[in-house]
């Protein structure tokens, strides 16, 4: 059953000065919407800041008030945190007051298991998406989407397309979005000679570039310089 937080909430007022004042006291102005009409009230910092963080993500909130009636019983996602960007503190919140027989969008986080076999064969893996966006109804949300990699070789990709949901799951993300990525690793010791004997090539005139030619590092025994360049 989906995880369940019970979040108190309070009355408050409108206005920018009434806004700093809750700050102040370490309550955070917020905002009701959704499957009902609009609810001004206020959280305590602590419990936005517990409740906002990826163990609790997409947790069910039931929402609980002594002096906001209307607002018992709702139950609600947090929508959206808007943070101070100098001290990272909540400063206010949207809550998504659900319908619980409707569909709702949500991020879920992509979990990766297994070893893919292509890391063998010299590749690394890259996780190029960590969350989709699905489609579900609340009480059927997932705590993640588990992603088994075990048989991905190097070159292959895994995407949005070749994940099997569970029923009554829907993507919401496009279909050719890339989750995770087998690459092959090239190896520096031996792209480094490569790049420098291109540098040390012969001009279009036939003539080598003598800085590059300089440049070029001697392995072992150094190749005749103007025969080489003559031919």
């Given at each position: 059953?989906?995880?369940?937080?019970?979040?108190?909430?309070?009355?408050?007022?409108?206005?920018?000065?009434?806004?700093?004042?809750?700050?102040?006291?370490?309550?955070?102005?917020a905002?009701?919407?959704?499957?009902?009409?609009?609810?001004?009230?206020?959280?305590?910092?602590?419990?936005?800041?517990?409740?906002?963080?990826?163990?609790?993500?997409?947790?069910l909130?039931?929402?609980?008030?002594?002096?906001?009636?209307?607002?018992?019983?709702?139950?609600?996602?947090?929508?959206?945190?808007?943070?101070?960007?100098?001290?990272?503190?909540?400063?206010?919140?949207?809550?998504?007051?659900?319908?619980?027989?409707?569909?709702?969008?949500?991020?879920?986080?992509?979990?990766?298991?297994?070893?893919?076999?292509?890391?063998?064969e010299?590749?690394?893996?890259?996780?190029?998406?960590?969350?989709?966006?699905?489609?579900?109804?609340?009480?059927?949300?997932?705590?993640?989407?588990?992603?088994?990699?075990?048989?991905?070789?190097?070159?292959?990709?895994?995407?949005?397309?070749?994940?099997?949901?569970?029923?009554?799951?829907?993507?919401?993300?496009?279909?050719?979005?890339?989750?995770?990525?087998?690459?092959?690793?090239?190896?520096?010791?031996?792209?480094?000679?490569?790049?420098a004997?291109?540098?040390?090539?012969?001009?279009?005139?036939?003539?080598?570039?003598?800085?590059?030619?300089?440049?070029?590092?001697?392995?072992?025994?150094?190749?005749?310089?103007?025969?080489?360049?003559?031919?």
């Amino acid at each position: 059953m989906k995880q369940r937080i019970e979040l108190n909430v309070e009355s408050r007022e409108t206005g920018r000065a009434n806004s700093r004042a809750l700050r102040v006291g370490k309550m955070i102005p917020a905002v009701i919407y959704g499957s009902v009409e609009p609810i001004n009230v206020s959280i305590h910092e602590n419990d936005v800041v517990k409740y906002k963080s990826r163990a609790f993500e997409n947790a069910l909130l039931n929402l609980k008030s002594t002096n906001v009636t209307k607002a018992n019983g709702i139950v609600a996602l947090f929508k959206e945190v808007t943070v101070n960007p100098l001290t990272r503190r909540p400063v206010h919140v949207d809550l998504f007051s659900l319908d619980l027989t409707k569909d709702v969008r949500v991020s879920v986080e992509i979990k990766i298991e297994g070893k893919a076999i292509g890391l063998a064969e010299g590749g690394m893996l890259t996780i190029v998406s960590r969350t989709v966006e699905i489609e579900c109804l609340p009480t059927a949300i997932p705590d993640f989407i588990t992603l088994d990699v075990t048989n991905l070789n190097v070159g292959d990709s895994i995407h949005v397309s070749d994940v099997n949901l569970d029923k009554g799951l829907k993507f919401i993300s496009r279909p050719e979005l890339t989750i995770v990525s087998c690459v092959e690793i090239e190896d520096e010791a031996v792209a480094a000679p490569v790049v420098a004997a291109a540098a040390a090539a012969p001009a279009a005139g036939g003539k080598a570039a003598p800085a590059a030619a300089a440049k070029a590092p001697a392995a072992g025994k150094a190749a005749p310089k103007a025969p080489a360049a003559k031919k």
